[in-house]
């Protein structure tokens, strides 16, 4: 495993597709891979001709709508532009940003919009979860979820460099909301759906390390329950994506992840190379994923 | 990327989509479902598959299966997922019957890393060379599908490319309540095959288009799907994930989803025509027991009925 975390970089260099795009598993180009990989290779101070030919492939992906499509092949703005936004942020003055930030912007969850919250009122359709802050979907005019709201909160940030007009604060402060009304009970987060029909949810590594650093410095206190259970996803976790990412939300709040095993992982995707990567660089002291 | 027409798509691998008898149905044969008696999860399953398929009389000589189970999430204390015995003796019943190419394909709904769930639920120890053969359908490459007549409110999807261009798919839900659609079987296991790279974990888009619709669509679009259900030990009370263990040590299996899916309901002591999707569906008269051909184990001696949650109170189907 020490031979594949060293080879994780190469790897990623030698996995970039002739149109400089990446694959999650080889295979034609994807934009949440690709975004992954440029973020990892910035992470590892990689400047030359792979960084270059995969920023020109995701910028040639935006769309007239400001946003990105999963992949060429799909006429759809989707989440994934919140990934092309956390590399494009990289670059001061990137021109593709001012567009891409307005459609994420205008991206809500369909459950907490004013006419179905109507609708289900009229209805006496009762919701489990509290649908009164606003996340974003993976696809638009459906429901908010963990993941894509984490990463969109991130790009917001990441993008404002600490500069937040009052729309984008707003919306990133309706969405940590939404992340903490949608914790499980062990105080981790799954994919978004904490109770069904009155049982509770278990949480998953991945979602509560993205949902952690999405709340990095957001009223601490209210947190110490997901860190305890952040540690103790840590101690268990065998995936690269779920590891590196509990590692990175840790960080971010001040502790220092231990313990875990460090010797079975899998690496199964371009992304879990990546995020190795990006991981490694968070423990140096520079979190790609941060502002 | 130009759209591909369910029409189009149909008529391009008509020739492909051969299953032996499936072509041309005399109006009078009723669509044939088995019970086979399956106590538990032993190397019995091996020849039990062998025999099932063979009832069934499927050629698949020199044409491309994609076996389809049910991985949602891992949990040791809960049969949530097809148990991986199953799949290999699936797996290996269909090569030895010839088929060029046998593959294992699957796109969970809420966890993104499918070969670590794969792997805890024992995908990787009980079949040899799983990563080889596996695809992860939420990462595929995919065409546009365009519903015509749709049931749900939705207008097309995007579907992977390796079911699409397979000769058969192979259904192998685990036998399961389900806490939104009453019971979940080879029907709806077809969801999984809708990609999540595009449309997210949970695939949240069949929900708002209307689940018994979008079951009702996917059925339309994969029409010819040979199901195995796996009913050794399924799941009662809040499926399909947190449900309970619920032993009916069957399996049942047949060319009619819709047959297949309401004979399971009655096993499990559900109504099946208070089943959403398959009252859209049905198009013979399956969801009546005279309405199938059923052979194997009697229905009567298997029946064990599944915990409901209060909220299906109604759709349990009364004794005889």
């Given at each position: 495993m020490q031979f594949e975390l060293s080879r994780a970089v190469p790897s990623l260099r030698d996995a970039q597709n002739q149109d400089g795009g990446w694959g999650y598993r080889g295979g034609a180009s994807w934009t949440e891979p690709t975004a992954y990989a440029l973020l990892a290779l910035a992470a590892a101070g990689e400047r030359g001709e792979n960084c270059e030919r995969g920023l020109a492939w995701l910028e040639k992906g935006q769309r007239g709508d400001g946003g990105w499509a999963p992949?060429?092949?799909?006429?759809r703005s989707t989440w994934v532009t919140a990934m092309a936004v956390l590399v494009l942020?990289?670059?001061?003055?990137?021109?593709?940003?001012p567009g891409a930030y307005g459609w994420l912007l205008a991206q809500?969850?369909?459950?907490?919009?004013y006419l179905q919250r109507f609708r289900d009122w009229l209805l006496g359709l009762s919701q489990?979860?509290?649908?009164s802050y606003r996340g974003w979907p993976w696809y638009p005019g459906t429901s908010s979820w963990v993941t894509p709201t984490a990463l969109t909160i991130l790009a917001l940030e990441k993008g404002g460099r600490?500069?937040?007009d009052p729309r984008r604060r707003e919306r990133i402060e309706s969405g940590r909301e939404f992340l903490l009304s949608r914790r499980c009970s062990d105080g981790g987060w799954n994919?978004?759906?904490?109770?069904?029909w009155g049982y509770s949810s278990d949480s998953y590594p991945e979602t509560t390390g993205q949902a952690l650093l999405a709340l990095a410095?957001?009223?601490?206190?209210?947190l110490e329950k997901s860190l305890r259970c952040a540690e103790g996803h840590l101690q268990t976790c065998r995936s690269a994506e779920g590891r590196s990412w509990l590692e990175m939300a840790l960080l971010a709040h001040g502790r220092s992840p231990?313990?875990?095993?460090?010797?079975?992982?899998?690496?199964?995707s371009a992304i879990d190379r990546a995020l190795i990567v990006v991981a490694g660089a968070a423990r140096r002291g520079k979190n790609v994923f941060l502002s | 990327m130009p759209a591909i027409s369910r029409r189009r798509l149909l008529l391009g691998s008509a020739g492909a989509?051969?299953?032996?008898?499936?072509s041309r149905r005399p109006a009078a044969e009723l669509p044939q479902v088995s019970i086979t008696l399956a106590p538990?999860?032993?190397?019995e399953l091996y020849g039990s598959l062998r025999r099932i398929l063979s009832e069934h009389k499927l050629e698949v000589r020199g044409q491309r299966v994609v076996l389809k189970p049910n991985l949602v999430e891992y949990d040791?204390?809960?049969?949530?997922?097809?148990h991986p015995l199953v799949v290999h003796a699936a797996l290996e019943a269909f090569s030895a019957l010839g088929a060029a190419e046998v593959r294992i394909a699957e796109g969970p709904a809420?966890?993104?890393n499918t070969l670590e769930l794969a792997e805890a639920a024992g995908y990787f120890h009980t079949i040899p060379g799983f990563e080889r053969i596996f695809t992860d359908l939420n990462l595929d490459d995919t065409s546009l599908i365009r519903l015509r007549?749709?049931?749900?409110?939705?207008?097309s999807l995007y579907l992977p490319r390796t079911v699409l261009g397979a000769d058969l798919v192979v259904s192998i839900p685990k036998m399961k309540t389900h806490h939104w659609a009453a019971a979940t079987l080879g029907m709806k296991n077809?969801?999984?095959?809708?990609?999540g790279g595009i449309?997210?974990?949970?695939?949240n888009i069949l929900h708002w288009g209307g689940i018994d619709g979008c079951v009702a669509d996917l059925h339309r679009v994969f029409p010819r799907v040979f199901t195995i259900v796996d009913g050794i030990v399924g799941m009662e009370g809040?499926?399909?994930?947190q449900g309970l263990p619920k032993a009916a040590g069957v399996l049942v299996a047949g060319r009619d989803m819709v047959a297949v899916d309401a004979t399971c309901c009655r096993i499990m002591g559900?109504?099946?025509?208070?089943?959403g999707y398959l009252g859209l569906e049905e198009?013979?008269?399956?969801?009546?027991?005279?309405?199938v051909r059923q052979i194997g184990e009697a229905l009567g001696r298997v029946r064990t009925d599944f915990e409901l949650l209060p909220a299906f109170a109604g759709v349990r189907l009364r004794r005889a």
């Open positions: 992949n060429r092949s799909v006429d942020a990289e670059r001061t003055g990137a021109a593709a940003l809500s969850g369909r459950e907490s919009g489990e979860q509290n649908v600490g500069r937040l994919h978004g759906a904490t109770r069904a410095g957001f009223q601490e206190q209210r231990s313990g875990f095993p460090k010797d079975d992982l899998t690496l199964d | 989509w051969v299953l032996a008898g499936c538990a999860y032993t190397q040791s204390a809960r049969p949530i997922n097809t809420n966890r993104r007549r749709p049931a749900s409110r939705l207008d077809l969801f999984g095959v809708v990609p449309y997210g974990w949970p695939k809040n499926g399909p994930i559900i109504d099946p025509q208070m089943v198009t013979q008269g399956q969801t009546r027991e005279e309405g």
